[in-house]
């Protein structure tokens, strides 16, 4: 751990442009992440720009019917508030499968879908990782592989990201407010997160010294029935070996709509645009449900590793998938 | 035989005496040490498995602010001995396993010694490391004898053919992962050098046993050595012997004569020097005839050791003395790898050496299509089968009839995967506990008369196991006084010396002690002892040991529950009774035993260190990535006990608690799952993966 220097300017404006002008700062939230990271040397920020002060901790109602979750609400308190969990039980679901209370007190909105990989190899110094040291190489590949990526990797990187919430927000259409060194602009979540490809050294598209300082859900009727559904290798306390965000649309037994992101499986939330567009007229079938994953699955790709790798993700998810359609639709049958 | 004592404060369900203290956080623990000015200490590891520094650069270090000094092989003073390799810090350039001590920082501020020790640049001559365990390996060597002095394999009759000519037969390999202890407490110690004496403040289940190293390794005078440790946070084995930590920790302060020295290790560190549970690689055969009769029994064990020091874990001696059959035979052969030295891990031997064999004994109770529980208790000894000696006491079928009456086992269907509840596959699963009942041959107490009071003192240790509230129980019945007019002081050197807290034998032995020291005092002085008046006394040889066996014993019951669409595998009920002699204090040993039980639950379901066969590191080194079980995962535990009257183990009538707990438990959840599901899970932990194709 290196010393450094820690600031809080007055206004987001401020610490924008006192992260943009030093290439060794950083913005810091919560510091769930962040801190752990300096203390295994992962991250060596000379800068830490406490942005918590500076966004807003508010929950806001669109005129649309959305909501608008300031980037310094804590996951606890994004989790608790009524109107998320009335209109978007897959958000509030997810971020209370996330972490532990005491974590999600400190998480924060804007942080929570910036934290970076849990690749083992990432976390440890003295490995080599493309996504740390870019160049360095890729010690998961052939490694532990268990938890990694089984969509979207490249010879680069294999690793997954760890949110639960960034699941949830990528199947409700998020957007992302972002104030820059530029100006503002806004990014649709599923943008947001990047897959590794040359550059595992960047998670999402944000450039050094852009700050979240809100992420709009849009008004999402199907989203009042939606569940998330994690599945890890404790009840609780760990992280996603996959996990399934679930919209799902059912009248008369055929699926009208679904949204659907998996999380566990990639360097990114995953969007899964092709399992929702076989399940649109489809029965509500365990069959239709398991097609789709097939579908979003064709191209999947399992890492083999001396602990096994981690092929069991395919019929893992897929049963996932199933399971929580099936359990969505029975929701409609019953109301 | 010893007259039994008779049990007035014995039996009690006391509170803690320390409970007050930790609750408070006023409990000191060794890296709190109140100390004045004291100096932090950090290590810096090999990040090769096999080789030699050639080259370490210390001058990023040492140019920093508040840096005292570097340690490397080059300055690092000469030990007196260098015979255990383990504990040979920075006596030489050659790297025996990955996370090996190089070099260590001394520094005003623990944040400067962390930020110099990353700086310390390390060169290495790397060679081709080893660090992969298979069976068929063609250097797997016999040892001498396994821990802890037992013989490595054992034959009796021709198990072969029993093999061939048996009516039915279990054959089958099953794996236990690497395992670490990781106790809530790291491994931390703080040291002062000091006019020629040292005092090692330090977290250990032993403080004579640190002693006694560290006055071998230094070449000291016992008393120039004193080691201090009320409270430990936990050890699990982890802590019975002095880790190299603890010889850096002694080197540092020798090195600042005067200046206290501070020394932790990180959860990180503690994967690579504080010793762990080997992988154990266990090829089981069962003989059997159609009664459920076993004709033979097998157990051939490969396991890990480090190529600088041998430890054999004793994985195959359970099989020796569990089930009655005429042909047997146990074996262990180990690899001496590039890999951290192995140790100690709560019930070494039995815990993983009864994984193995109770899920064969499932298999052979399928394969019959008979009452797991019967089928044992048709295999019952009725005495030692290896030695032919009776045992002691031995209750495991009144365990199992018990823990059968309250799990509500009658009537079970002992057909697999036939109960499907709201999309869950259920099943029930039942495997025997065991844990020999040991005594140490050493450890003394001594007794004072002081202002009305009953002081007595013994350099035992707490561990969060009750020491601090049972031996006063135990005095006090030997003394014949109320448990409130009783102390008794222990983990400093300062006072007599007493044996490890481990195979669960501190009670036994201490408590042997104490009475023996209370029988002394009370000859000299009677029952009206005047202030001052003191005697000690020793822990004897049992002579019982001649001609008894003894052993505790235990069933353990589990339920089990499988996600039928994703594996997801829960435990909602898991009962466990025991017969383990007279239960000293009931609170305290029920919270032994469930946590026992709940360490085998970790073990049953999450616990497996990986190491990385390319690097020889665990890669998932902390507590986020190395699962023990959460509260969710915990449900229903329930420890229960059969009263045992054993008039030959010792004056308490008590046996060791510690360990049994942990021991079967993984293969009663096994074979629950298998029951469940159908798909027989032969290599731990029982994960999602590993039972997911049962859709
Ligand atoms: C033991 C453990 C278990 C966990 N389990 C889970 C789990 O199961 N599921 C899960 O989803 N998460 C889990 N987490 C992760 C946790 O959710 C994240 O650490 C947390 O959400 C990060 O939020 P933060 O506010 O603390 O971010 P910080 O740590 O403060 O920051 C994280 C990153 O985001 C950047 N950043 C922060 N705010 C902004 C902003 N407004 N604009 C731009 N950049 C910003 C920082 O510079 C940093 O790079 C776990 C964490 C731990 C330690
Ligand atoms: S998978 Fe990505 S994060 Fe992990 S070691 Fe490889 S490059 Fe680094």
Not at chain 1, 128 to 152: Q, W
Not at chain 1, 163 to 172: H, K, N, T
Not at chain 1, 242 to 256: E, K, P, Q, T
């Amino acid at each position: 751990m290196r010393p450094f220097a820690y600031a809080t300017p007055p206004d987001a404006r401020e610490a924008v442009l006192a992260v943009a002008e030093r290439p060794d700062a950083a913005f810091l939230a919560g510091g769930t992440n962040l801190v752990d990271h300096l203390r295994l040397g992962v991250a060596t920020p000379g800068l830490l720009v406490d942005v918590t002060a500076l966004t807003s901790a508010e929950i806001e109602d669109l005129p649309d019917g959305g909501l608008r979750l300031g980037a310094a609400v804590r996951n606890s308190d994004l989790a608790a508030d009524p109107r998320v969990r009335g209109r978007y039980p897959v958000l509030a679901e997810a971020l209370l499968a996330g972490a532990s209370g005491q974590l999600r007190n400190m998480a924060t909105t804007g942080g929570n879908p910036l934290q970076r990989t849990r690749c083992v190899y990432f976390q440890d110094v003295t490995t080599p990782c493309n996504k740390r040291e870019p160049g360095s190489g890729c010690a998961a590949i052939g490694g532990a592989t268990r938890n990694h990526a089984i969509l979207g990797t490249s010879g680069r990187c294999i690793a997954t990201h760890p949110s639960d919430m960034a699941v949830a927000l990528a199947a409700l259409d998020a957007q992302v407010h972002v104030l820059g060194p530029d100006g503002e602009r806004t990014v649709p979540f599923t943008d947001l997160h990047t897959l590794p490809g040359d550059t595992p050294e960047r998670d999402t598209v944000l450039g050094h010294g852009e700050l979240i300082t809100a992420i709009d859900v849009p008004a999402a009727p199907i989203a009042a029935r939606s569940r998330y559904r994690k599945v890890r290798d404790r009840a609780s306390y760990a992280f996603a070996l996959v996990s399934v965000a679930a919209c799902l649309d059912v009248a008369g037994g055929r699926i009208r709509d679904a949204r659907l992101a998996f999380g566990g499986v990639a360097h990114k939330p995953w969007r899964a645009h092709r399992a929702e567009e076989a399940l649109r007229g489809a029965p509500a079938t365990d069959e239709s449900y398991r097609a789709a994953a097939g579908v979003e699955l064709a191209d999947a790709r399992p890492q083999e590793g001396f602990d096994g790798g981690n092929a069991f993700k395919i019929p893992l998810l897929t049963g996932t998938l199933v399971s929580t359609l099936r359990a969505l639709a029975g929701e409609e049958t019953r109301a | 035989m010893t007259a039994t004592l008779e049990p007035r404060a014995i039996g009690r369900g006391l509170a803690r005496r320390d409970g007050g203290a930790k609750v408070r956080g006023v409990a000191i623990y060794a890296d709190e040490t109140p100390v004045p000015d004291p100096l932090f200490c950090r290590i810096v590891q090999a990040t090769v498995a096999r080789g030699r520094v050639s080259d370490v650069d210390t001058a990023g270090a040492t140019a920093l602010d508040g840096v005292v000094g570097v340690m490397t092989s080059t300055e690092a003073e000469r030990l007196a001995s260098t015979d255990d390799a383990e504990l040979a810090v920075l006596q030489g350039t050659e790297v025996g396993f990955r996370g090996q001590i190089v070099a260590a920082v001394l520094a005003e501020t623990d944040e400067v010694a962390r930020e110099a020790a990353d700086l310390v640049r390390v060169t290495y001559a790397e060679e081709q490391a080893d660090a992969r365990l298979s069976a068929d390996r063609g250097d797997l060597y016999t040892p001498e004898s396994v821990n802890p002095t037992y013989p490595p394999d054992t034959h009796e009759g021709d198990v072969a053919a029993a093999m061939a000519e048996a009516p039915v037969t279990v054959e089958q390999t099953y794996t236990t992962p690497m395992h670490h202890n990781n106790p809530m407490e790291p491994h931390a110690t703080t040291a002062l050098w000091e006019d020629g004496h040292l005092t090692l403040w330090d977290s250990t289940q032993g403080v004579h046993p640190v002693r006694q190293t560290v006055t071998q390794i230094f070449g000291l005078e016992p008393e120039q050595v004193r080691v201090v440790c009320p409270y430990v946070g936990g050890g699990f084995g982890s802590k019975g012997n002095p880790h190299a930590n603890v010889i850096m920790a002694a080197m540092a302060a020798r090195a600042v004569p005067g200046r206290p020295v501070r020394l932790a290790l990180t959860r990180q560190q503690m994967f690579s020097l504080a010793g762990y549970r080997t992988p154990t690689i266990q090829r089981m055969q069962l003989a059997a005839e159609r009664d459920g009769t076993l004709r033979g029994i097998a157990i051939d064990v490969v396991e890990q050791t480090s190529r600088i020091k041998e430890f054999a874990e004793q994985t195959g001696v359970p099989t020796r003395n569990m089930y009655a059959a005429p042909n047997r035979r146990t074996t262990h052969r180990l690899a001496a790898l590039d890999v951290p030295v192995p140790s100690w891990m709560r019930a070494p031997g039995e815990c993983p050496g009864m994984f193995g064999p109770e899920v064969a004994m499932d298999e052979l109770a399928a394969e019959l299509g008979l009452d797991p529980v019967e089928l044992r208790i048709r295999n019952e000894p009725e005495v030692d089968p290896e030695t032919g000696k009776p045992f002691s006491s031995r209750n495991l079928v009144a365990c199992l009839r018990e823990g059968a009456a309250r799990f509500g086992w009658a009537g079970r269907d002992h057909r697999p995967g036939m109960r499907l509840e709201d999309g869950w596959w259920v099943g029930t699963g039942v495997a025997a506990s065991v844990y020999p009942t040991m005594r140490m041959p050493k450890s003394t107490a001594t007794v004072t008369y002081d202002g009305g009071r009953y002081v007595a003192r013994i350099g035992a240790a707490d561990l969060g196991t009750g020491t601090w509230t049972v031996l006063p129980q135990i005095a006090a019945d030997a003394l014949d006084v109320p448990v409130e007019d009783v102390d008794v002081l222990i983990g400093d050197t300062d006072h007599p010396e007493a044996s490890v807290a481990g195979g669960s034998s501190g009670t036994t032995t201490w408590g042997s002690a104490l009475v023996e020291a209370v029988r002394e005092f009370r000859d000299k002085y009677g029952e009206d002892p005047h202030d001052g008046d003191a005697a000690s006394g020793s822990v004897n040889p049992n002579a019982a040991e001649e001609d008894y066996v003894m052993s505790a014993f235990g069933a353990q019951f589990a339920e089990v529950r499988v996600h039928a669409d994703t594996g997801e595998v829960r435990v909602p009920r898991l009962y466990g009774v025991f017969a383990a002699g007279r239960i000293v204090n009931p609170r305290l040993a029920r919270s032994q035993f469930l946590g026992g039980m709940t360490m085998g639950l970790g073990m049953a379901l999450h616990e497996q260190s990986l190491l990385d066969p390319r690097t020889g590191h665990v890669v998932n080194h902390d507590l986020a990535e190395y699962h023990v079980p959460a509260n969710a995962d915990v449900d229903d535990l329930q420890a229960h006990w059969v009263d045992e009257d054993d008039p030959y183990v010792n004056a308490m009538g008590s046996k060791g608690i510690g360990e049994i707990g942990i021991v079967g438990t993984a293969a009663a959840v096994a074979n629950a799952a298998w029951h469940a599901t159908g798909v027989r899970v032969r290599d731990l932990p029982v994960t999602l993966d590993r039972v997911l194709p049962a859709r």
